[in-house]
């Protein structure tokens, strides 16, 4: 979250993470106004595939840091999400979510263990449809990127996918309109993404391996013209798309006419329009009375001339270019820094008021941060008090000092004095009951179990096929215990084969000593098979 508006100027860095790029902005805000002071863009051409793509991140990290500013917002970008979101018939909320967990667990085999999952299941306004979406994230991408974070003491304050993104911009905006839907279209060099946006929330979505670099590739060849043979390496390739991109009317480039560029051009565009058409089709074809808008061009897709007019004369859509500066009066450049609007994308949602929470943080640093806001709290306490008492009893051993080496010459002195004297017994007194305090606070908190480890344990024990609504310890009879919550959905195999496998896997942990059935409740429908459990774990 942004510092309160009252507390003047703030600032926080703002990072995007794709596959074969990293986006690093630093922000300002002073009032109801942002301002970009700072803006660094690094593509990495061979992607995930270059052993030094996380040195890259790292180094770029580092010289990116200023050591005044201790706040992050991080937007993750594919391939390192994996997102899914339907527009439902209406059915029961849990119903959907039960539904939208199949899709994204099993369908698209993400598995709980490797990625982090957090979902938004919501009912349209005015209709009965549920708008369902899971969105999740490679865990070992983002413990890398905290664990680089916590190096310079950096403080990840927020989390979003492009997905979550795209759903709190283009409303934010008051981009959607009601009764009607739009659909967005954001280009990056090595994927595209599309979103169907329907009120305030995104209703289908789909990433395509098609981008940018595909277009431009398209033109990589070897052209004979009227007057010799003129060779398109991927720099003029690259100077084409950006410059004339799908060029209309008649001219010439370096003596290749514009029919020939276009004739080039034209099985890459077919493609991004058919899968483009394929996209909304299928919406369409589950809801044929939504009607699309408009068809807004995002990222990379602003830099190609003509390539927006291709795809409405395609798909009969009128189009409209997502041009950041022009549609958030709010958010300018700090002077001499020039950022390219096909580069902010949907980063610039963290400068909109966020609605639901998503919560990526891993449990072992959500834990490290609400333990250092706790330990920073008692710290003051304890600094302010020792302050006191350090200069109460600095004044009075100075006082005994002093009425010491004045005894014999002023016995009368030193018994209007002798009361302070005697208040210094009772400030060594305190300093002790202060010590003996300390010494109980950090008893107290050596006797707590491990929670880190029991959460990094239970995630590692946890099977797709089980999600964990709920986590509550108690103390009983001498023993701390913990209740878990939680459900089985599963299309394979028995449900409380997957529950025994479990308490098994839970028994054998060497933070469980004993695990008991508390209820079990199992819910049979025309959409998905259930078991809802309640399990008592007794910790060691």
Not at 94 to 104: D, G, L, P
Not at 265 to 290: G, H, N
Request: glycine share 6%.
């Amino acid at each position: 979250m942004w510092p309160s508006k009252n507390k003047g100027e703030s600032e926080k860095y703002l990072i995007e993470v794709s596959g074969d790029y990293f986006r690093f902005f630093l922000i300002s805000r002073e009032e109801d106004r942002f301002k970009i002071k700072d803006f660094k863009n690094i593509y990495i051409e061979k992607g995930l595939e270059d052993p030094e793509y996380w040195s890259i991140f790292k180094e770029a990290l580092r010289k990116f840091f200023r050591p005044q500013i201790r706040k992050l917002d991080l937007l993750i970008s594919p391939p390192h999400t994996a997102s899914c979101a339907k527009l439902l018939p209406p059915i029961p909320l849990r119903e959907a979510h039960n539904y939208c967990n199949q899709v994204i667990t099993h369908e698209m085999g993400i598995s709980r263990l490797s990625y982090y999952v957090d979902h938004r299941i919501k009912k349209l306004e005015g209709k009965d449809n549920i708008a369902g979406m899971f969105s999740a994230v490679k865990k070992d991408v983002l413990d890398k990127i905290i664990d680089f974070c916590m190096e310079l003491k950096i403080e990840v304050d927020r989390i979003e996918t492009s997905l979550i993104s795209a759903e709190t911009l283009f409303p934010g905006l008051g981009l959607v309109p009601q009764q009607a839907s739009i659909v967005v279209m954001r280009m990056e060099e090595s994927f595209t993404e599309l979103f169907i946006l329907n009120e305030k929330y995104v209703v289908s979505y789909n990433i395509l391996n098609f981008g940018l670099r595909d277009i431009k590739f398209s033109l990589v060849r070897t052209i004979y013209t009227q007057t010799q043979p003129v060779e398109i390496n991927f720099d003029k390739a690259e100077e084409i798309v950006n410059t004339l991109g799908y060029p209309q009317g008649e001219g010439d480039y370096s003596e290749i006419s514009y029919h020939q560029l276009r004739i080039l051009l034209l099985p890459a565009l077919e493609i991004l329009a058919e899968r483009l058409r394929s996209f909304i089709q299928e919406y369409k074809k589950e809801y044929p009375s939504e009607k699309i808008y408009s068809l807004y061009l995002a990222g990379k897709a602003l830099v190609m001339p003509g390539l927006g007019a291709y795809l409405e004369e395609k798909l009969s859509i009128p189009y409209l270019n997502f041009e950041p500066f022009k549609l958030i009066p709010h958010i300018s450049t700090e002077e001499g820094i020039e950022v390219d609007s096909s580069c902010l994308g949907l980063v610039l949602s963290f400068t909109l008021p966020e609605g639901k929470r998503y919560d990526y943080l891993p449990p072992h640093y959500r834990i490290i941060k609400e333990s250092h806001k706790l330990r920073n709290k008692v710290l003051v306490v304890l600094v302010v008090t020792a302050a006191l008492f350090s200069f109460l009893y600095g004044g009075v051993k100075l006082n005994s000092y002093y009425l010491n080496g004045m005894y014999r010459k002023a016995e009368e002195v030193y018994n209007e004095l002798y009361p302070l004297i005697q208040n210094v017994d009772q400030v060594e007194r305190l300093s002790k009951e202060i010590e003996e305090a300390r010494e109980a606070i950090n008893q107290i908190y050596s006797s707590y179990p491990d929670w880190v480890g029991i959460l990094k344990e239970l995630s590692n024990l946890t099977p797709q096929e089980i999600v964990l609504e709920s986590l509550e310890s108690g103390y009983e009879d001498g023993e701390i215990y913990m209740l878990l919550e939680g459900n089985i959905v599963t299309g394979i195999g028995s449900l409380n084969l997957v529950l025994n496998q479990f308490i098994q896997a839970l028994g054998s942990s060497a933070y469980v000593k004993e695990v008991r059935i508390l209820t079990t409740k199992q819910i049979s429908s025309e959409f998905i098979n259930q078991l809802n459990f309640t399990l008592k774990c007794y910790l060691k």
